[in-house]
């Protein structure tokens, strides 16, 4: 591990000084890219950097055991030997952390698919309140959500809503969001007052960009027909809204959210080149679910992942068996704690597995 971070810092000094050379600092390019490597790296080298660092005044206080002192000051000494040890133990469980091999798109922006599923109406509603959450974690993020294509039920909730996050390290959080979401709770339009499950299905997708995914024009079918749904005085009048079908493999991709035609085809590609990617990535991952699969990562999207118990004001992640007991301000986008433990848990995953 040692002779990773010495590696690791090496690179990082190295690309300081490429920083600032002027060649580089004029090629925007390698400027962005260089940036981008160095801050990637720096959690890991200011960590070995203070791992040195304790180590260093570790030797010194045990040497200084072997010399006269009175007892007042061997007293400090082993005190600060135990704390030095401490913290040497907490830098080497942070570092193997950080050398966990990292996700490559994990600093991508996101393109979710909110799906009402099981319950007809009262699904449409929940994937309604889904949207709604992560858009108020968005918010708390610092990122951007940008609406792609939306299909409504005549209550207002969401048959179907497709939206993208733009923000740095989307992906990283979102991403354990896939899968079935459960609700059990009393719709408002139960008479009786009887407590209904309904489910709804949650897609995360990593943005695939046109040099990750090639879309040639030979192979899609661009459709346009009327938006339908909100969308000011265009709707119903004007073929704004746009479908596009990648032939070869059949997915399918539409738009309508805005005015425009073009800007809604390219909305629509961009969903259609995420489905393409994730299509891939889902083929290449079964190759291997065996050996392989997490139990907190981006598994099956049938797979039941999370409870909303609304009577009891109950939250429960099925994969780690964590349950919080607010509800309320989960539902308010307060899902860091969550996502945070379903981290740490694949980190340990990760380590028990020596990768």
């Not at 709604?132 to 959500?145: I, K, L, N, S």
Request: proline content about 2%.
């Amino acid at each position: 591990m040692l002779d990773r971070l010495q590696s690791l810092a090496d690179r990082y000094e190295k690309l300081s000084e490429l920083l600032c050379d002027p060649d580089v600092a004029s090629d925007s390019k390698k400027l962005r890219d260089y940036s981008k490597e160095q801050s990637d790296l720096q959690p890991a080298y200011e960590a070995y950097s203070e791992y040195r660092t304790v180590m260093e005044e570790l030797d010194a206080a045990k040497a200084m055991l072997g010399e006269k002192l009175d007892d007042e000051m061997r007293d400090m000494v082993k005190m600060e030997i135990e704390e030095l040890s401490q913290r040497q133990t907490e830098l080497e469980e942070k570092t193997r952390i950080l050398l966990l091999p990292k996700d490559p798109n994990d600093d991508k922006n996101v393109i979710v698919e909110i799906r009402g599923a099981a319950g007809g109406d009262e699904a449409a509603l929940f994937a309604s309140d889904l949207y709604r959450m992560y858009t108020r974690f968005a918010d708390t993020q610092g990122w951007r959500v940008e609406l792609m294509d939306a299909n409504t039920n005549d209550l207002g909730g969401f048959k179907e809503v497709i939206f993208m996050i733009n923000g740095r390290g989307a992906y990283s959080k979102m991403k354990y969001e896939s899968g079935a979401h459960r609700v059990q709770r009393i719709p408002t339009t139960e008479s009786g007052g009887r407590i209904h499950t309904s489910t709804s299905t949650v897609a995360v997708m990593p943005e695939a960009e046109e040099l990750d995914i090639e879309i040639l024009d030979k192979d899609i079918r661009v459709d346009t027909f009327c938006s339908s749904g909100a969308g000011g005085q265009s709707v119903n009048t004007t073929k704004s809204a746009v479908r596009v079908t990648h032939i070869p493999t059949g997915i399918v991709a539409t738009c309508q959210d805005g005015k425009s035609q073009n800007s809604n085809k390219e909305k629509a590609l961009q969903v259609l080149r995420a489905r393409i990617s994730d299509m891939m990535r889902q083929e290449e991952e079964a190759k291997y679910a065996g050996e392989r699969k997490s139990k907190v990562g981006t598994g099956d999207r049938s797979e039941r992942i999370r409870t909303y118990n609304f009577p009891q004001s109950r939250v429960t992640d099925h994969r780690i068996g964590l349950t919080l007991h607010r509800l309320d301000s989960v539902m308010n986008g307060e899902i860091e704690d969550i996502i945070s433990a379903l981290s740490i848990a694949e980190q340990a995953e990760l380590l028990e597995k020596g990768e």
